[in-house]
């Protein structure tokens, strides 16, 4: 049976109609691209850290990261994708229990036959709970959308697990150059634009050396995110800043500012082919 997660958040965080939402997008990627530093070509990325806010706060961000998959749209066909759960609460990393997610730019097939791989795991559940209005999984998919082409979704809505149980699982799907991870998470919240600054630089400090301790006051994904950092460490991953700001930066005040950061985790270059 074709069971289809609906999208929550179109209209909201991001635009609802399929031509606009393109647009943005594009938009979106076009700037990113501009403003990125052309240096020596990096090597592509094994896993992105990438912030879930809506796109006029943090889509450029976003889009850094995005923009590193640029040449990749042939080669990707598995996104893992973990974001921390906002309005439910779960035991473990939870599978949506669908066949496919929907975004007003269309439906991404979930790949059933990683989600088989999982089923050994016990910390590995299902629950349309966790997904139905889980905005942090959802806000990645129009930016995997317009960057790649044909590709399957394994969606993970984080709860209460250990950086282990998710690195666990990251191994289990590691596979080679067709497999990409992309972790959603922002970081500070509800600090002034100041202290926001001060602490995302040091929490970026943190991810960037593969620090695996991360508290939710630090980032709210910090549990997907230790667990790739573990993973990242266990694969000689090396880590590049690509952005850092907050909603002070772009469409926020500066008293209560969340902070965003977008992360590209690269294989040894010599482990890349």
């Known amino acids: 049976m074709h069971t289809i997660r609906l999208p929550a958040v179109a209209g909201t965080f991001y635009p609802g109609d399929s031509p606009s939402l393109a647009s943005t997008v594009v938009g979106l990627l076009a700037q990113a691209r501009a403003e990125l530093p052309r240096a020596t070509p990096s090597p592509p990325p094994k896993a992105l850290i990438v912030p879930h806010a809506g796109y006029i706060y943090s889509g450029l961000i976003a889009a850094r990261a995005y923009a590193q998959l640029d040449g990749l749209r042939h080669q990707i066909r598995r996104v893992v994708l973990l974001g921390p759960v906002h309005h439910f609460a779960v035991r473990g990393l939870a599978l949506p229990g669908v066949s496919a997610f929907r975004t007003p730019l269309g439906e991404l097939p979930v790949d059933s036959q990683a989600v088989a791989e999982l089923s050994a795991l016990q910390q590995v559940t299902v629950s349309a709970g966790a997904h139905a209005m889980e905005h942090s999984l959802e806000v990645q998919l129009p930016f995997l959308q317009m960057v790649l082409d044909d590709f399957e979704l394994l969606p993970l809505a984080v709860g209460d697990a250990t950086p282990q149980e998710v690195a666990q699982v990251l191994e289990a799907l590691w596979g080679g150059p067709e497999t990409l991870f992309v972790v959603s998470s922002d970081l500070s919240h509800y600090m002034s634009y100041a202290s926001a600054q001060q602490a995302d630089s040091q929490t970026v400090?943190?991810?960037?050396?593969?620090?695996?301790?991360?508290?939710?006051?630090?980032?709210?994904?910090?549990?997907?995110?230790?667990?790739?950092l573990l993973t990242a460490r266990r694969h000689d991953l090396q880590a590049r800043l690509l952005g850092l700001c907050n909603s002070g930066d772009t469409a926020g005040d500066r008293q209560r500012v969340v902070g965003y950061a977008a992360i590209a985790f690269s294989e040894p270059r010599h482990a890349a082919h």
Do not use: M
């Open 205 to 228: 400090s943190r991810i960037l050396s593969l620090d695996a301790t991360l508290t939710h006051t630090q980032a709210c994904g910090g549990t997907p995110l230790n667990g790739l």
